[in-house]
């Protein structure tokens, strides 16, 4: 089984920054990749960023700029650095990663609880 805890969330005013985190833990073999997701109310889930095990990131065209993902591959954690934040920016950011377990032949794809960040104007 492998959990995926976010933290870092919060209330920022416009023009803010925030970081979040996301740690995967339990039935880990290797990392493939790791992004963020967000959803706004009455919106569909849209990737943000991602980052793959090489090092190659992958931004949504609306945060690039703005957002830069990293992560520590040693602590299997993923951050994604929001600067410069817009009231659009609000919405609830899910961790993602895909997962290869022990015992599996192939990866999985996994999900955080959520975190809100809310950016006020």
């Known amino acids: 089984q492998v959990q995926l805890v976010e933290s870092g969330g919060g209330l920022v005013q416009a023009g803010g920054s925030l970081r979040l985190s996301c740690a995967a833990s339990g039935n880990i073999r290797s990392i493939i990749a790791m992004g963020w997701y967000r959803q706004a109310p009455g919106k569909q889930r849209e990737l943000v960023a991602s980052?793959?095990?090489?090092?190659?990131?992958n931004y949504e065209d609306s945060v690039k700029g703005r957002f830069t993902i990293s992560r520590d591959s040693a602590k299997n954690t993923v951050y994604l650095q929001m600067n410069s934040l817009k009231p659009d920016d609000t919405a609830v950011y899910y961790c993602n990663a895909d997962i290869l377990q022990y015992y599996r032949s192939r990866p999985g794809e996994h999900w955080g609880q959520g975190t809100q960040v809310t950016v006020s104007s």
């Open positions: 980052i793959t095990s090489d090092g190659s990131a």
